[in-house]
């Protein structure tokens, strides 16, 4: 491990937690009368979201909570909220992706040119399945094996932008040498890239910031590169729990002054957060249009395949 990121401070995820936060002071206080001390499971159980994001995680499509008389209330608040206002969002779409580069070394990475997004995360965490739902492809190759991606891949979407998929972090079997050579490329390319429009880091729903990523991201802090984080593999989490890791990890991006101040959520698997997360990213790069443009094209696409349907039908 590099000087430079092991001497980063590695911050217990709950000893700087104020009596009071500004996102949502209820849901992060620990009782008063608890003076013994407690694990930090105990404490992330302790942790009551409200109810406005059991209502943003239900509106992304991971569900509502159960029937039963212990989230009553919560149910009841989004009830009337939901009646309130019911914005469906248009299905945002990507041109085709396709792979046009691959760097192994700082030399080798291609000159700027179109804006670009990429995505970061410890190796395995569901980078390439993310990239392939966001473009609905099945282009980018994912795997069960850690470190299968050892360059900087780019993939240009409909040529209106890149994505960028890069090395997983947080090796534990790469030789240092390895290690060195994989932190500069990615730092030369993240330190440096003047298209790079949003860096999303990407973290797995069910163990929230480890040491890697909480060194990876002091990283970024120092070398001033704003970035995005994103939790996925969010339907291998109960809802309760999801909750409760979303509210954990807006506490913990809070020491970091690079950090974007939301979170997105989504899975890869039955593909909820993704619309949402999708629009962020054609925000970031300038190619975001009217609602109107997105529900016009998924009225032309349903018009079309009933058409297809039909043809199919007659033969
Ligand atoms: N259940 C679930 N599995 C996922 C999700 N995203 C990725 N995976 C699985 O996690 C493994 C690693 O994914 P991959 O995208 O290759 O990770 P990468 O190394 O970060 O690029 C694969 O077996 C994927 O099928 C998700 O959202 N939900
Ligand atoms: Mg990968």
């Not at 492809?137 to 240009?156: A, I, M």
């Not at 109107?292 to 007659?314: A, P």
Request: glycine share 4%; aromatic share 8%.
């Amino acid at each position: 491990m590099s000087l430079k990121w092991s001497k980063t401070l590695m911050l217990n995820a709950f000893s700087n937690l104020p009596r009071r936060s500004t996102i949502c002071a209820r849901a992060l206080v620990v009782p008063a009368k608890s003076t013994k001390q407690l694990s930090n499971r105990q404490k992330f159980n302790q942790i009551q979201p409200p109810p406005s994001v059991f209502s943003k995680l239900a509106k992304l499509g991971f569900g509502e909570l159960r029937r039963t008389g212990r989230y009553a209330a919560i149910r009841k608040a989004n009830l009337s909220k939901s009646n309130e206002k019911n914005v469906v969002e248009p299905e945002y779409k990507f041109p085709l992706l396709a792979f046009f580069a691959g760097a192994k070394i700082p030399s080798s990475i291609p000159p700027e040119s179109i804006s670009e997004i990429a995505f970061v995360g410890r190796s395995n965490v569901g980078k390439s399945s993310l990239i392939n739902a966001l473009a609905q492809s099945s282009t980018v190759r994912t795997s069960d094996k850690p470190g299968l991606t050892q360059q900087l891949n780019f993939y240009s979407v409909g040529r209106l932008f890149n994505i960028v998929d890069m090395p997983g972090y947080g090796f534990a079997f790469v030789d240092e040498e390895q290690r060195r050579q994989w932190r500069e490329l990615m730092e030369t390319y993240m330190q440096n890239r003047s298209t790079l429009k949003r860096l999303y880091v990407v973290i797995d729903a069910r163990h929230g910031l480890k040491v890697a990523d909480k060194e990876f991201l002091t990283m970024l802090d120092s070398s001033k590169v704003s970035f995005q984080l994103v939790l996925t593999k969010c339907d291998l989490v109960i809802l309760p729990t999801l909750a409760r890791r979303y509210m954990l990890m807006l506490q913990d991006l809070r020491q970091y002054k690079r950090a974007q101040k939301d979170v997105f959520l989504v899975s890869s698997r039955n593909n909820a957060g993704i619309n949402h997360l999708r629009k962020d990213v054609l925000r970031s790069v300038g190619q975001l249009r009217s609602e109107q443009y997105y529900e016009d094209k998924t009225e032309r696409q349903r018009e079309k395949e009933q058409k297809e349907k039909k043809l199919m039908s007659r033969k």
